[in-house]
């Protein structure tokens, strides 16, 4: 296959990675500061997942202005289209990690980011609304991509000062949460199970409750009850997708590996954040294993990555 086809097969769902490096960076700043050290991961993880984003970005144009009519195809897909949001996730995580260097240049991203995460959200479900194509089968946990990203704001938008604002995304991403949790939960209880390729999204799941107590803790100034809901909520499924972790090896590697490294990321960061918040030591525990786990996960990635894009086996007409 030549240069130009691969580009033209080239995947939305790549933009996963920045968010699993991304993650990374975050758990690792947020655990340096707990424990008061500074080995610079964070650091490394951060220049990664930035060049990664541009590289990315600058693919996908190339491929927007060559092959349009594959990018619309990719727009008009069930699945895939619940991976375009990942661009402007990437770029929200990216101004989290920004924040303590330059408030502008967070700023800057956050606002691009959550400006582009409102659009792809309206797109989004105004497909869903308005639909002629989708079937159940078609659901998976990746539709929780366009949700998630919206809970996300809050965490740089508090500290930029933008509460309100803040406040309207997470009441969206809540929201609908809620909703796609249980239409996911029917799907999978009363149909056929997910296709091999989807099944890491499983791990989707965590995400939101995760990320939803990192940024409603953000919000509310302190821990409450709701609080400790999103996160044990969050705990329960990370224990309980970890106890079935035979059935996700075995899997073939996919891209969707990537779906492992994010929601992995969020509940990491979430246990720190518990352990500063109620001083209980087994959350920090909690989070240095999980640390540990996401460190290996998201190395291993890479390396498969770099093998199958080496090999020609990403990029490839599906």
């Known amino acids: 296959m030549t240069e130009s086809n691969r580009l033209q097969h080239f995947p939305i769902s790549f933009f996963a990675v920045v968010m699993g490096l991304a993650g990374l960076s975050i758990a690792w700043r947020k655990a340096q500061q707990v424990l008061e050290i500074n080995p610079a991961i964070d650091s490394l993880a951060a220049l990664l997942a930035t060049l990664v984003f541009i590289s990315l970005a600058l693919i996908y144009l190339s491929k927007l202005m060559k092959y349009p009519s594959a990018v619309l195809q990719e727009l008009k897909h069930p699945i895939k289209l619940n991976f375009f949001p990942t661009i402007s996730i990437s770029l ?35 497909s869903w609304i308005h639909h ?43 929201t609908f949460w809620l909703v796609l949790f249980t239409i996911i939960f029917y799907r999978v209880l009363f149909h056929n199970p997910l296709p091999d390729k ?47 972790a035979q059935r996700f090896i075995n899997l073939p590697f996919a891209l969707s590996w990537w779906a492992y490294s994010f929601p992995l990321a969020a509940i990491t960061l979430a246990s720190f954040v518990m352990f500063e ?5 087994l959350f920090q525990t909690i989070g240095l294993g999980l640390l540990a786990l996401l460190t290996l996960i998201v190395t291993y990635l890479i390396y498969r990555t770099f093998l199958a894009v080496r090999n020609h086996k990403v990029c490839v007409p599906e």
């Open 277 to 281: 918040l109620t001083g209980t030591v």
């Open 198 to 244: 989807l099944m890491p999204t499983f791990f989707i799941l965590i995400a939101p409750p995760a990320v939803g107590f990192i940024a409603y803790t953000k919000l509310n100034g302190d821990i409450d009850n709701f609080a400790r809901v999103l996160y044990h909520g969050g705990l329960f499924l990370t224990l309980m997708f970890l106890t079935q």
């Open 92 to 126: 929200i995580l990216l101004s989290i990690i920004a924040l303590p260097y330059s408030h502008g240049l967070a700023g800057g991203l956050w606002t691009l980011g959550t400006l582009m995460h409102l659009l792809f959200t309206q797109y989004v479900m105004n």
């Open 132 to 174: 002629e194509h989708y079937e159940i089968h078609h659901i998976n946990p990746a539709w929780f991509i366009p949700v998630v990203g919206n809970v996300l704001v809050p965490i740089t938008g508090v500290e930029l000062g933008h509460v309100e604002i803040s406040w309207f995304f997470f009441s969206i991403g809540i």
